[in-house]
């Protein structure tokens, strides 16, 4: 599944609304439209509904949404970790010495462990 589909999906559960689901992504309404219909090429099943000027979620896009919610969070996990390995704050570090130096020349070390 392509990312974009999946951030599209939501952003129109969301908003209930392709036309604001563009303006919140910041791309073009046929943009979303089109990757509405890509997902459902993809996904074999209709995840909307019309009523009116509005979508609905179908059954199907209900219980979907939960494994996008999970998966775009993992997805943002994944960001957070580059920015702190990017950063240096994350990563290990290994020194070896012998015992008397390493209490005499290498200066206190502050650890901190991330989750």
């Known amino acids: 599944m392509d990312i974009r589909l999946l951030e599209a999906f939501r ?7 392709v036309t604001h ?10 943009a979303v ?3 509405s ?3 459902r090429a993809c996904l074999g099943f209709s995840l909307f509904e019309r009523s009116g000027n509005r979508l609905r979620p179908t059954a199907e ?5 939960a ?4 998966t775009l969070g993992r ?6 970790a580059a920015a702190l390995l990017r950063d240096g704050q994350s990563g290990s570090l ?3 010495s012998h015992p008397m130096a390493g209490l005499t020349l290498l200066t206190p070390v502050r650890c901190v462990l991330h989750p």
């Open 11 to 17: 952003a129109v559960i969301e908003t209930g609304s």
């Open 21 to 30: 689901a563009a303006a919140a992504l910041g791309v073009t309404q046929p």
């Open 33 to 35: 439209s089109a990757r």
């Open 37 to 39: 219909r890509r997902s």
């Open 61 to 65: 896009a209900i219980a979907f949404r």
């Open 67 to 70: 494994e996008v919610d999970r």
């Open 75 to 80: 997805i943002d996990d994944l960001a957070s």
């Open 94 to 96: 290994a020194i070896a």
